[in-house]
């Protein structure tokens, strides 16, 4: 589901559900074969931090050097920069590695670069905006370059050079599952087979208090049937709906089990 959220022009910091005082300018980006893409941007924009997202496996990844060209620049410019490891062309793991540190920078004032790193990468940092807009100041933006290289990579020159134009991106939500959602979930990923009986979860589900029943009065004991219409009501029909669960009867068992769609909003959702 896309929400259309008011533009914030010019990327300015806006008053809302934080503080603006202290509030840093922190720049996340993926690496490609770019560095201009990255530094320009976070020079203009007067950075006080950059995350660089790189592939986490250096042995494999061509762009390093640029990471390392990237760094040094912007500590040359007094700008703080920290580095996080994401498998470059797996979109959950990219997405994992920016909540990560969106939530890291939740107080401060978040701006992704969009059109460095990767087509994946960049898809990625999109979605961290709109699925996150509601845990952080975050805008995206896409950095127009002065002109696009042809040369090989082993000539070690970067894709593209020089800044052009930064563009801020429209504002969008997409909507994310609940956080007793996500524990659901990883109760059933624990499980063998990532398959859990119906009962076991609800039992489960209560324990972990992720659903309630309420009491009419305090000398009221509820039943088990109302145990079951909570774990229905609030656990399984909102999963269902998401296709991260199915559920199937086996004999005289209902067993609920982990989609793949599951699996994967696990692998960047999980709270960790």
Same mark, same amino acid.
């Given at each position: 589901?896309?929400?259309?959220?008011?533009n914030?022009?010019?990327?300015?910091?806006?008053?809302?559900?934080?503080?603006?005082?202290?509030?840093?300018?922190? +720049?996340?980006?993926?690496?490609?074969?770019? /560095?201009?893409?990255?530094?320009?941007?976070?020079?203009?924009?007067?950075?006080?931090?950059?995350?660089? /997202? #790189?592939?986490?496996?250096? +042995?494999?990844?061509?762009?390093?050097?640029?990471a390392?060209?990237?760094?040094?620049?912007?500590?040359?410019?007094h700008?703080e !920069?920290?580095?996080?490891?994401?498998?470059?062309?797996?979109?959950?793991?990219?997405?994992?590695?920016?909540?990560?540190?969106?939530?890291?920078?939740?107080?401060?004032?978040?701006?992704?670069?969009?059109?460095?790193?990767?087509?994946?990468?960049?898809?990625?940092?999109?979605?961290?905006c709109?699925?996150?807009?509601?845990?952080?100041?975050?805008?995206?933006?896409?950095?127009?370059?002065?002109?696009?290289? #042809?040369?090989?990579?082993?000539? &070690?020159?970067?894709? #593209?050079e020089?800044?052009?134009?930064?563009?801020?991106?429209?504002?969008?939500?997409?909507?994310?599952?609940?956080?007793?959602?996500?524990? !659901?979930?990883?109760?059933?990923?624990?499980?063998?087979?990532?398959k859990?009986?119906?009962?076991?979860?609800?039992?489960?589900?209560?324990?972990?208090?992720?659903?309630?029943?309420?009491?009419?009065?305090?000398?009221?004991?509820?039943?088990?049937?109302?145990?079951?219409?909570?774990l229905?009501?609030?656990?399984?029909?909102?999963?269902?709906?998401?296709?991260?669960?199915? /559920?199937? &009867?086996i004999?005289?068992? +209902?067993? /609920?089990?982990?989609?793949?769609?599951?699996?994967?909003?696990? &692998?960047?959702l999980?709270?960790?």
């Amino acid at each position: 589901m896309l929400t259309n959220i008011t533009n914030i022009s010019n990327m300015t910091p806006f008053s809302g559900h934080i503080s603006l005082i202290n509030t840093l300018r922190v +720049h996340i980006a993926p690496v490609g074969f770019e /560095v201009d893409r990255i530094v320009l941007p976070a020079l203009n924009k007067k950075a006080d931090k950059v995350w660089l /997202v #790189t592939h986490d496996n250096p +042995h494999e990844d061509k762009g390093y050097t640029f990471a390392d060209i990237i760094e040094k620049k912007l500590k040359a410019a007094h700008i703080e !920069c920290a580095r996080s490891l994401a498998n470059r062309i797996d979109l959950f793991d990219i997405l994992r590695a920016l909540r990560s540190i969106i939530l890291q920078e939740k107080e401060n004032y978040i701006l992704v670069n969009v059109s460095s790193g990767s087509k994946i990468q960049a898809i990625a940092s999109m979605m961290a905006c709109m699925m996150f807009k509601e845990q952080a100041m975050i805008k995206p933006y896409y950095v127009v370059p002065e002109k696009y290289n #042809t040369t090989l990579l082993q000539d &070690k020159k970067q894709e #593209t050079e020089g800044l052009k134009d930064i563009i801020t991106l429209p504002d969008y939500k997409i909507e994310i599952p609940n956080e007793r959602l996500i524990m !659901c979930l990883d109760i059933i990923s624990q499980q063998a087979d990532h398959k859990i009986g119906k009962r076991q979860l609800k039992d489960l589900a209560l324990k972990n208090n992720i659903i309630y029943v309420t009491k009419k009065s305090d000398n009221e004991e509820y039943t088990e049937q109302a145990e079951y219409m909570a774990l229905n009501k609030n656990m399984i029909e909102p999963l269902m709906a998401w296709n991260f669960i199915t /559920v199937e &009867k086996i004999g005289p068992r +209902h067993v /609920v089990s982990l989609t793949n769609e599951g699996h994967n909003a696990l &692998k960047f959702l999980k709270v960790r």
